[in-house]
T-cell receptor
């Protein structure tokens, strides 16, 4: 069975640009969460989606948005990129909102 | 406020030594979940264990064992007979029902280096 897949794996963007990151959960999993991990720190929660609805939001500005599609895949959008948005963005998939979360390999975003 | 504290930033051991990674958490909920993840240099977070707050039984999985003690709000992780492949950053995380749903609150991680 395929695990959590994220695309792209690496991305370089310029300040002020917009970026879209994609995530496909494990088959049968209905919950997708997004995390940001800056170098040397633990992942920070951005969003949780369950059954296509936003169920939780972390302490991130409105430049960050996300959605979940009918097939449970998800996109994370970040507008007006700042240098500080450079990080590893991780997607986690779980069967339900409070069950084991399995992570993808991440998208490494560099903002220059 | 930090909900999960991993006081050990870096640990270095020689192969075959036992090593314990500490995790202390903070919550007011009676229902919560605790996790451990391993992050090798490749970057992917590898799930190791999930424990709910009502199950204080210690768990052993091969060379890995976990000690959950609600009295001290700790969920420590021990690797027995460490191997070079155990070198990674290990994260402890807490999940509770909050305004952020069941978000995982991660500690800052403990970097483990196992040398031959």
């Amino acid at each position: 069975d395929a695990g959590v897949t994220q695309s792209p794996t690496h991305l370089i963007k310029t300040r002020g640009q917009q970026v879209t990151l994609r995530c496909s959960p494990i088959s049968g999993h209905k919950s997708v969460s997004w995390y940001q991990q800056v170098l040397g720190q633990g992942p920070q929660f951005i969003f949780q989606y369950y059954e296509k609805e936003e169920r939780g939001r972390g302490n991130f500005p409105d430049r960050f948005s996300a959605r979940q599609f009918p097939n449970y895949s998800s996109e994370l959008n970040v507008n007006a990129l700042l240098l500080g948005d450079s990080a590893l963005y991780l997607c986690a998939s779980s069967l339900d909102r409070d069950t084991e979360a399995f992570f993808g390999q991440g998208t490494r975003l560099t903002v220059v | 406020a930090q909900k999960v504290t991993q006081a050990q930033t870096e640990i270095s051991v020689v192969e075959k030594e036992d090593v314990t990674l500490d995790c202390v958490y903070e919550t007011r909920d009676t229902t919560y979940y605790l996790f451990w993840y391993k992050q090798p240099p490749s970057g992917e977070l590898v799930f190791l264990i999930r424990r709910n707050s009502f199950d204080e039984q210690n768990e052993i999985s091969g060379r890995y064992s976990w000690n959950f003690q609600k009295s001290t709000s700790s969920f420590n992780f021990t690797i027995t007979a460490s191997q070079v492949v155990d070198s990674a950053v290990y994260f402890c995380a807490l999940s509770e029902n909050s305004n952020s749903g069941y978000a995982l609150n991660f500690g800052k991680g403990t970097s483990l280096l196992v040398t031959p």
